[in-house]
């Protein structure tokens, strides 16, 4: 297997105390002496169609991951365009065709420092090596928690778990314990479990008790306030949508949680460790009472935390909040390598630098290829692209993968420690290409 050559290593060292470099040095020496070899755990290189069609076969909607399915990736399910990868370091990754991309995506934002970022990598394996999850808790779930309450302004204590829904459905759970109440107000997307969502097969009952509100809409937060009057158990917040927000919104709604008895919530998932380590809340100085964090926290890894007030925290005795997996210390493994990276140097400065960097680098083809529709929106860490139609849209990012870069359909391309300046001066000379390909087709 292809994690062997990091297992042998000195059963007397205590796993707590064995080093990165240990690991790193087990890798190194594995290199030298297959570099060639192909791990024999990776699937076979077959064409994207055959993958695409297998998955499609087994899979519901083709990829468990409803952002990554053909449609979502490029506004068409028969696309002629990637579908499957099967390497990923860096920022590149290699596809089933074995082709090479440059990805801007970086899994939806849970990457922030590089795919298989060394970094990160041998903390995992170290971990796995000694057995990810026991009957126990492990120390590490300990560590990780104090790391984490010193990292984020509103963490008296925090609860792990796996996914972001999960985590943000728990402060609402949290919430409503809490205060005894039952109704909800929110703004943003919170995932895929019923409290927030309006899809088939969610109970009208369920719905009753959600109130959506518009970004930015202090009138409009203020009449579903009034509304909820004094069943009102939470005001649930993604702080950051595709800009941010404006000061009143923020203060407005601490406020009104506040006034109200109700819990203030921020859905930190893809603000948190990127515009600061401490997310949004830390720029903004409005501390929530609850807050959800989850992808770049662990850097890919599957882990989110929810965190908050200890008195409301404290609320999961009198509920029910578990997972099985929740406290796997592969994950919390990374997670510690992540907070200990943030507390040792700039990251999020360099994300932002970095975004802006490949922000100006797309800017310049757009401009000096004078082709019309597409407009560039965001912030730097988070920045996305705007087209006039969903054809243009499509036809661009298909052709743009086809010139060896993966952007993303809608919010966000996520800036990554990975994409350093060669990486983006390639980013700049293909979708330089990718533009000049798009005028001449169109005979301009």
Not at 227 to 234: H, I, M, Y
Request: hydrophobic share 45%.
């Amino acid at each position: 297997m292809v994690f062997s050559r990091f297992f042998k290593q000195k059963d007397s060292v205590p796993p707590g105390e064995q080093t990165f470099d240990d690991a790193h040095d087990a890798h190194d020496a594995h290199n030298a002496h297959d570099a060639h070899e192909t791990p024999e755990d990776l699937p076979e290189a077959l064409p994207d169609h055959t993958w695409a069609e297998r998955a499609n076969a087994v899979l519901p909607m083709g990829t468990s991951t409803g952002s990554k399915r053909a449609e979502a990736l490029w506004g068409a399910t028969d696309a002629q365009a990637p579908t499957h990868y099967l390497r990923a370091s860096g920022c590149r990754i290699t596809t089933t065709d074995d082709e090479e991309l440059i990805d801007c995506t970086m899994a939806l934002g849970a990457v922030a420092l590089g795919y298989a970022d060394e970094r990160i990598t041998g903390h995992v394996v170290q971990a796995a090596a000694h057995g990810n999850v026991a009957g126990l808790p492990h120390a590490l779930e300990v560590e990780v928690a104090e790391l984490f309450c010193e990292a984020v302004p509103c963490a008296e204590k925090v609860q792990f778990l796996k996914s972001g829904a999960e985590a943000v459905a728990a402060a609402v759970r949290l919430a409503r314990t809490y205060t005894g109440r039952s109704r909800v107000i929110g703004c943003g997307y919170f995932g895929w479990l019923d409290w927030s969502s309006v899809a088939a097969g969610v109970p009208a009952s369920v719905r009753d008790d959600y109130t959506p509100v518009p970004f930015d809409d202090v009138a409009a937060l203020e009449r579903a306030v009034d509304e909820c009057g004094a069943s009102l158990a939470a005001i649930v917040i993604e702080p950051v949508i595709e800009r941010l927000p404006s000061p009143e919104w923020i203060a407005r709604a601490r406020d009104l949680a506040t006034r109200h008895g109700a819990a203030l919530v921020f859905d930190e998932m893809k603000t948190g460790f990127r515009l600061a380590t401490g997310g949004y809340q830390e720029l903004s100085g409005v501390t929530p009472d609850l807050s959800a964090f989850g992808k770049a926290l662990a850097n890919g890894y599957a882990l989110s935390a929810v965190c908050g007030n200890a008195d409301i925290m404290d609320a999961a005795r009198r509920t029910w909040i578990s997972s099985t997996l929740a406290a796997d210390t592969t994950a919390l493994a990374a997670a510690r390598a992540v907070l200990h990276l943030h507390h040792d140097e700039p990251v999020c400065k360099e994300l932002a630098r970095i975004g802006r960097e490949m922000r100006t680098a797309v800017s310049n083809a757009l401009r000096a290829s004078r082709l019309q529709g597409i407009e560039i929106a965001g912030l730097d860490p988070m920045w996305f692209f705007r087209f006039e139609s969903p054809a243009l849209e499509s036809r661009f990012l298909i052709t743009a993968a086809a010139n060896g870069v993966l952007f993303k359909r809608g919010p966000y391309n996520f800036a990554a420690l990975a994409h350093d300046g060669e990486v983006i001066h390639d980013i700049e000379e293909r979708t330089s290409n990718t533009l000049v390909a798009m005028r001449d087709e169109d005979g301009a």
